[in-house]
Nanobody, 121 residues
Framework: QVQLVESGGGLVQPGGSLSLSCSAS????????MGWYRQAPGKSREFVAS???????PIAPSVRGRFAVSADFVKNTTSLKMNALKPEDTAVYYC???????????????WGQGTQVTVSS
């Protein structure tokens, strides 16, 4: 099995900064992508940013220029640095990873337990 453990998050004032971290462990052969999604109250989970092992780093237009994602595919960790936070960034943030555990099998998507980010004065 694979586990994703997140850290970071909390309460921050508008305009402030926060960082989230996530570490994957367990039965890991290959990690092809690591990144972040978020879910605000009453809304569906939405993509925030990710980094692929090949180097691509797609990011949602709503956070471009404010958030930055990075991943270490040797340590199997990812982080999300969030600057210029807005109240609309308030959500539960989930770490995501696509991981292959065995040769010849399709990769699976794994999720962290979620960490709350609240932007409020």
């Amino acid at each position: 099995q694979v586990q994703l453990v997140e850290s970071g998050g909390g309460l921050v004032q508008p305009g402030g900064s926060l960082s989230l971290s996530c570490s994957a462990s367990g039965s890991i052969l290959v990690v092809s992508v690591m990144g972040w999604y978020r879910q605000a109250p009453g809304k569906s989970r939405e993509f925030v940013a990710s980094q692929w092992s090949g180097g691509n780093t797609p990011i949602a237009p709503s956070v471009r220029g404010r958030f930055a994602v990075s991943a270490d595919f040797v340590k199997n960790t990812t982080s999300l640095k969030m600057n210029a936070l807005k109240p609309e960034d308030t959500a539960v943030y989930y770490c995501h990873a696509r991981i292959s555990s065995e040769w010849g099998t399709a990769p699976s998507d794994y999720w962290g337990q979620g960490t709350q980010v609240t932007v409020s004065s």
